[in-house]
């Protein structure tokens, strides 16, 4: 019989906290059935694999950090928008190393997949709403979005990893880089033929 108490549920946010400790590439099952308390076979009746477990905490990831970017960004639009997400992101992903580098594998095709690749698309949905306020459509639009999440990413990445030593407030320099975007997000862009032609709703992963 399963143990008591323990659940799908339960496994998962156990191996998100495990993940932020020792990273989200170093959990196996082994090492979270003794943080459970349970025998490494036992775990197997509540989570069905390695796989499924790394699909489980990528799902409570990406919920965790939409909320958190929802709760920042919202009534909020143009510059304050993208200022207020970006600094909540950053936060969330120094804050939460190992579920943060959940968040960044796109969710798989399989059908039972379906609640990982909601939870993805509502994270964009936030993404495109913080974007909205510049007036930018289409591929554009997605190009905005890969900037910024590339942007947002490398610089959490790297703070993450103590990867600013030279002594410069890392405070000051982030802000630049948000000014940086900005500014570039604020610019007067031609649009092309392909951006006419693509405005559809994008609703896939960046």
């Known amino acids: 019989m399963p143990r008591a108490g323990l659940a799908p549920a339960t496994v998962v946010a156990a191996g998100a906290e495990l993940a932020d400790e020792i990273g989200f590439a170093g959990v196996t099952m082994g090492l979270l059935a003794e943080r459970v308390g349970v025998k490494a076979p036992s775990l197997y009746k509540h989570v069905a694999s390695l796989e499924a477990l790394q699909r489980g905490i990528a799902t409570q990831a990406r919920r965790e950090l939409g909320d958190a970017l929802t709760r920042a960004a919202v009534g909020k639009s143009g510059?304050?928008?993208?200022?207020?997400?970006?600094?909540?992101?950053?936060?969330?992903?120094?804050?939460?190393?190992?579920?943060?580098?959940?968040?960044?594998r796109a969710p798989t095709n399989a059908e039972d997949d379906e609640e990982d690749r909601r939870a993805a698309n509502e994270g964009l949905q936030i993404m495109y709403a913080v974007l909205a306020g510049f007036g930018l459509r289409g591929t554009r639009a997605l190009d905005a979005a890969r900037v910024l999440r590339s942007a947002?990413?490398?610089?959490?990445?790297?703070?993450?990893?103590?990867?600013?030593?030279?002594?410069?407030?890392?405070?000051?320099?982030?802000?630049?880089?948000?000014?940086?975007?900005?500014?570039?997000?604020?610019a007067e862009h031609p649009t092309s033929t392909e951006d006419e032609q693509d405005d559809r709703p994008i609703t896939h992963p960046t």
């Open 79 to 104: 510059p304050d928008a993208v200022r207020a997400y970006a600094e909540a992101w950053r936060h969330w992903a120094v804050d939460h190393p190992g579920r943060y580098a959940a968040t960044v």
């Open 152 to 186: 947002l990413h490398g610089f959490a990445t790297l703070e993450s990893a103590g990867g600013f030593g030279l002594p410069r407030d890392v405070d000051r320099s982030f802000g630049f880089l948000l000014d940086t975007l900005i500014t570039g997000l604020s």
